[in-house]
């Protein structure tokens, strides 16, 4: 199934340029966007993934990850193909990095969706596992079927979106968890084929909204796990807001960089150290450690919510608040 999309115009001999994200392709008649998934028929650049899914999947909302955001809860999870990135150690290459014609997609409408996120006690759903951004058409709808169902929105994204599709969709949105990558330039273009601004500038305009908000940044070994660099991500955040959850996440080689090292326990704890000397929620993906997944209070140090794989122990909450001491957290229940 597919659908005009939106945010584009038309250039002379049928071309259209693409105004979704900050590459603004230029794409000739029968040819696709870097994503792979708008296309221009004609004249007019179609999004031809529209109601095409690749994975459906009900998912603890720790595996998004999302810690603070309905710890403990279940969301329907849905992804389809491509993405505007092109990152060189995709951990989910498979269905990013491929055409959607080469790959078996199956349909689901948005009212499909959503009836299906309600039959399972699902808090809503999350728009993950490729690029959500480049299926703009197809999450805008579903969201706006969603919210009229109680249920809520999550992205699990890049960042690598234009304004005005973000402030768009925004109001539909309850929860982000945003791949940030790294703080250099240098390291989007060689490595992602993207920059880095367009992703700041999503996560400090989503914040400011009220979107929840979570970070998530891979650390691989030799490319931005320098602790200069480590300490450059930790003061933008906390410059942002000392509160927002950051989430160290461990890089097993995969696609184009598959003959390098997975990062290490020792590299993990490291940033984790360098983190919580700013940040007042630091976790660890990708690894079985308990203190890396514990959320403490960070007025009383006390661990409120314990984490074993994803079973989730929310005894220390008391609501929203410390059961310790009181303090209100920054969680939503």
């Keep these: ?59 603890p909302i720790e595996k998004k990850p999302l810690y603070h955001f309905y710890p ?31 790959f078996p997609l199956q349909k689901m409408s948005p009212s499909e969706a959503v009836d299906l996120a309600n039959t399972r006690n699902s808090i809503g759903l999350a728009y993950t596992y490729n690029e959500p951004f480049i299926w703009w058409e197809y999450v805008h709808e579903t969201a706006e079927l969603a919210k009229k169902s109680q249920l809520k929105n999550v992205l699990v994204t890049n960042g690598f979106v234009e304004t005005k599709p973000l402030q768009e969709l925004l109001p539909l949105i309850d929860a982000m968890n945003i791949d940030l990558k790294s703080m250099e330039n240098s390291f989007y273009r060689k490595y992602c084929g993207g920059e880095l601004e367009p992703v700041i500038r999503t996560i400090e305009t989503s914040y400011q909204f009220g979107v929840h908000i979570e970070l998530t940044n891979l650390l691989i070994p030799g490319l931005n796990e320098e602790e200069e660099q480590l300490v450059k991500l930790v003061d933008w955040v906390s410059t942002l807001s000392p509160d927002i959850p950051l989430h160290f996440s461990r890089y097993f080689p995969a696609y184009r960089l598959s003959s390098g090292l997975p990062t290490s326990l020792s590299m993990l704890e490291r940033a984790y150290r360098i ?32 984490r074993r794989g994803y079973a989730v122990d929310k005894a220390g909450l008391d609501g929203a608040n410390c059961r310790f001491c009181g303090t209100s957290l920054p969680i939503v229940v």
């Design 72 to 102: 403990g809860q279940s969301i329907l999870s849905l992804g389809s193909v491509g993405c505007n990135f092109h990152c060189l150690f995709c951990q989910n290459w498979e269905i990013s990095q491929v055409d959607p014609d080469h």
């Design 275 to 306: 983190a919580r000397e700013k940040l007042s929620f630091v976790y660890l993906g990708n690894v079985a450690d308990q203190k890396g997944s514990t959320t403490f209070c960070p007025s009383c140090q006390q661990p409120v919510i314990i």
């Design 1 to 59: 199934m597919s659908k005009v999309a939106n945010f584009w115009e038309t250039e002379q001999d049928q071309k259209v340029n693409c105004l979704l994200c900050p590459h603004h392709c230029s794409i000739a008649p029968g040819k696709s966007g870097i994503c792979r998934v708008r296309k221009n028929e004609a004249g007019v650049l179609i999004a031809r993934t529209f109601a095409r899914v690749s994975a459906v999947n009900f998912d």
